[in-house]
Structures are given as C-alpha cells and as structure tokens.
C-alpha cells in the first residue's frame, strides 16, 4: 500500500490491508461468471441463488463461494493455527489506522475489541473526527480512524466480518461468521497464547454507533446506530472548498446513473465493452458504440461513454434500482478516476425496523421508464443537501434501492474510468467512462510507449496456428538495450530472434522464387535471377518492361493486420517515376494499398492509402546503381521509412486499414495498374520480406547489417 502524505504524520500509524481471499484463479472464476455465460449455472466458483450469502437486509453479499479473508496477508483456513497479523501498541499512546479493503467482492464490519474507534479520514481526505464502535468498508474503499491505547495492558481482537447473516432469501441467521482477526497487543503481553477478548455488547441504552452502513438499519433487537457516509463532514469547510466543489452555484448538469444488475451488470442498462484500443489513441474507429433507444428499452452491451465539459459543476444522482425484479438487492461501491467527489446527500429504501430487511425503494427517485436508465426527482422529493461541510471521496456506497448524490467540478481533462469496484461487476460491465473536456486532452509524447489494436480474425488465428513456432529461444535475457516495441519497453528477445518471430515470408531468390511460405509469380519471363552483384547469393533483375512478381494471396497474414513491415534491397537503374512496389491496384475501385516507386529526382516514394485518399506519403533520397536496404512499418499509428538502416521519415496516419485478399503484393509492373503515370521497374531487388508487426529500429538495423538473417530457420 503507497501513502502519500500531505504533511508529516502526528501519530504512530499502520497500514491495514483486509481483503477477501480465494482459492479460484482470477480468470477462472471470471470466465466462470453466470453473468458471463450464455447459459448460465452454478459451480465450484458460484453459488444458487438458494445458497448464496446474504445481509441483513436481504441484499446479496456476493454470489461467489467464500473461501477465507486477510489482514495484511494472514489470515485462516480451516481453523489451522497459523500465525495471525498483530499490532503491537504502548499504554497511553494514540495511534492511527490506515485501513484499506483490496479485496474483490465482500465488505467487511471491522472493529476493535474494548476500544472506540475515532474515523479521520475517507481515501486519504480529512474529515471532521467522528466517534464510532465499528465501521463497514467495501473493496475499493480506504478508511483512517484513530484508536487511543487506553487499556493498561493485554491484548484484543481487531475483528473483519462479512455482512453475512444467513444464506438465500429472507435469511435466518445461522451463527456461522465469515472473515478474519488481528491482534492488537500491548507492550506487557508475552507468549503465543492469543487474545479472549469479545465484542462490545449494545444496548438500548448505549447502543453501538456503525459508519458507513449501506442499508438503513439493524433490527431494533440489535441495538445499532447506522451512520451514512454523508453523516459525516469535512474537517474544514472554506470558501475555497466549497468553490472548489461546485457548492456555491447550481450545477451545470445533473446526470441519473442507474447501476444495477437489471441487464446484467451494467449502469444504465449499458454494459461496457471496453475499446480495443486505449482512448488516448485513435480510439473512436475501435469502439461499440451505444444505440439509445436499444439500450433503453432492451440494455445493450457497448462503449458507453459520458461527455463533460470542462470546468463546469456537475451534479450526479447514482441509484440502485431494478423495477424489474425487487428482490435483485445488492449494493455497489462506485469508484471515480480522476476525480473527488463531495458526497451531498444518500438515501436508504424503506425497512423493517424489527428484521431489518429492505421493504421498498425509496421514493425520492422516479424511475421514467423500464429499465430506471432514465429518472428524476419525484416531484417534491428532492433532498436536502449538504452545501456547506460534505465529506469528500472518490468511491461512496449506493444503497440497494436507494440512491447518493455527489458534486464535483470538471478541472481534469482526460477519459476516466468510472466504475463499481466488486471485481466481477467490473469484469461484467458495470463501468462507464467519463470523456472530460477531449479538446483539453494533451498529445502523447514523441516515442511514448503504446499499445496497438489485437483484432484477429478466424483465417488470421488459422494462419497463426500454421506458422512453425520458434524453436531455440535466448536461454537468458540478453544484453542489447531495450527497444520500443507495441507495448513494451524491453523485448526479452535479441532482434534475431524477434525479427523470425515477426516474419510471415522471406525471398532470397538464392533458391528460385520459392521463399519460407510459398512461391511467386511471374507472368514475364524477363524477370531474371541473376548471380554476382547481390546482396547475398542471387537476386533478381528487372529489365524495365512489363513484368513483375506477386506475393501469392498472403491475405490473412498480411492486408488484414493492422501492423506489418516490408523489407527489402534495391538497386534502381534509371531516373524515373518506376513502379517498384504495389499492393491493392488490381480492377477495384478506391483500393486501399501500399506503393513504393521511383521518381525523377532521385527519390523514393512510399505511400499508404485507405478508402478516400491518401493518409501519408513520404520521400527519401536514394542514390543510383547503389545498393540499399529499404524498410517500410506501420504500427498501427505511424509509417515509418527507413533507409540503409536509419530513419529517414515517418508520419502519423489516420487508420489506414490494409484490407484487400483479393490483391497480391506486386514488385514491378503491377497488372491491371491504374498507375499509368508509372513505367515498369529497371533495376534489381533482393532479399524481400514480409512481417505481420511493426520491426523495431534495432530490428531494421540488423536487417541491414546482416543480410544473411533471411537465411536463419524460422
């Protein structure tokens, strides 16, 4: 756990971890999900709905099997005597708590055996003191509280319990207690024997006060006091404060965000399917976008997105309802990136006071169609809010058929995730992403690390399945500086062994016109292969008539991928504008295609092109009757030219898509050409290969400095 502090801490203090433990993997237990699958069921990993642990209230704790809990990474399975976590305190002294719940899917009453707990601070934000016997903390939620060390000695459970009292429906408590202990020990304490000490007993007439309760009550028999969230108070209310959250003006916006399971896990009937590729990219073209009326009327799965505009005061309403089916009670931590929030006002369901269960929602909130992804206030019922000392967070609880109100300003520019924290909510589709003034939104740095689209389709996965795997791996990370490549900043492999691992075709020419996967094509005998003055071994000669040769159909694994480079050796005779390479010209209008040619200067010309222009040219200069490497990337952002193994230029493009099966990558005189401006190719080519990702710089150079690595095994 990182704590950044804002000024020197007054106290001694611990961090706190509690978290729910399983012993499922993580994608297992996802990929498990009822929520996840077509037809849905129970298993080792979930539970029926007749088996499930429920609270109190008769809300759903989780419908994932408990295994066991932790504090600080302790904690018990089957009752085996392992050793517990233990704070070690000085009579007389305070102290201070950090706790934070990291856990996935359960929230946790915690407390201290025979000591009041004094709650400073919500996710590190301070907050008027507040006197408590116990506190609830969902995953996602942090917490600081006070404790004075009060006893004159001994040693007392720190206790974490689950909200469960029962199991399915209307449930019966069972006595059986799910979650872990701490110790709390004083300085006289010596020996393993562990503490005897129990909980607080509550009466009527000091009943126990509980913080952060996300239903309205105990039963009355249990003589608890429930405390919301926005009971509490900022330790100090300024001008500056309240500025700084909107509350001295009415807000620009109010939004309605429904987050329930109504459709599944989703927020306002919208269950998000996260792009496939990150928003600080040319994302728009990779995303599902969201049809209004389908996703009101039936909820949908789509990129849900929420525009807000810059420095503005935005009001939220998060509610919790399902008019659908009433008895779907489960409460949501919903967690804001980006941003604090100032938590205004919270309203509970109506309850029983005598079993403490849910009896309806609350009547604030008029639900304006099926689904509640639209609503308002009920005429009348809006609730008083709290303008002048809120208490500030960045997750707050949403009761099960209640809701909470939050205010913030837009001050940060940017796209933040905006969701519930109970880990297969998250996984499901109960996120929305908040797009904060993307005008605003700053240009990523030259050379920053990226992550590019991984979209395959089925003829893809089959070529891939067919590609020989790389046999005789670096037993060891190798020594060569770390290189950019796709997402990472170090490639554990050295550019050899990267570049065959990239590699779809190589031609040689040593051998005929046969390369690693497949045979060219030639409609001229007048392409020759030649000996001496090549690169390595033989080559090719184009004598400047119409002639060429093609890639024969490399569809699948190379017009449709949104990365590939083309690397090859050239030697051109004659000034001109020559067609040297050509990919997509074949009989269709407007291909998309990749070029490569000659001009009148002595240049070399590379041009990308999608459906309605071109999206990037770039020349470089060449010398005549002089070998050169040239290579040709796309990242899926940039084109990227490299001569004789150095850069030369590249350029941003606009998502180019070369996708055209039909069309075979033509070095020559393409057939069909609508590039009549162009003349056949007069010179030699050697050494011609294809990949279906992006080569790195030190990739290119060892191309160029090793000709002969065309050469090693796939």
Known sequence: MLVVHRELPKLPEFLVSVQDWYHTPAGEA???SPNRLRHTGTGEVYTSEDDRDMAIDNSEVTMRRYDGSLINGRGRWNNQPVPLTMFNVSSGQAYRFRVANTGCERGYLMSVDGHKLRVVALEGIEMAPLSVDSFIIFPGESLDFEMDASKSGGQYWMRAVTLRVGKGRNPQPDGV?????AIVRYGDVTGDAEPTSGPRDCTSAQPCRVFNCPFGGYPDSEHKICLKVSDAHI????DDFR???GLTEQPAVEHFLNWNGIVGSSMNARRFVFPSMPFYLDYKDHIMPCDVNTCDTKGCKCTHILDLPYNETIQMVFTNYNPINTEDLEHHPIHMHGHNFAVL??????FDSTTGRYVSPNTDIDCTNRLCSKAKWRTGREPALNLVDPPVRDVVIVPAGGYTVVRFRTTNPGFWLFHCHLEMHIMEGMNVVLRVAEDRVPFLPRNFPTCNVFDWTSEEFEWYQRKPPVTSLPPTAPTHPPVHDACTTYDPFPPSIGIKRKEITCFTFDDGFTGSSGEWVSNSGNVKRVNGDCVSGRCVYFPGVNSRLEVPRFSAAFDAWREFSLSFWLKNLEDGPSEIVTNGNCHTRDPPSLSVSGDWSGQLKVAMKARGGYQATATVAITLRQWHHVAVTWDGMTMTIYVDGTEATSRPL???KLASPACP???GKASGSRHGMLRPFSGYLDQICLYNAALTPAEVVML???????????
């Open 654 to 656: 606009s998502g180019p």
């Open 177 to 181: 207690i799910n979650g872990v202990k």
């Open 235 to 238: 330790d100090v209310a300024s």
């Open 704 to 714: 160029k400095t090793t000709p002969s690595l065309t050469h090693l095994p796939t």
């Open 30 to 32: 996802d990929l498990s």
């Open 243 to 245: 500025t700084t959250y």
């Open 345 to 350: 006002a919270m309203g509970y369901p109506k």
């Open 665 to 667: 990558l033509a070095f």
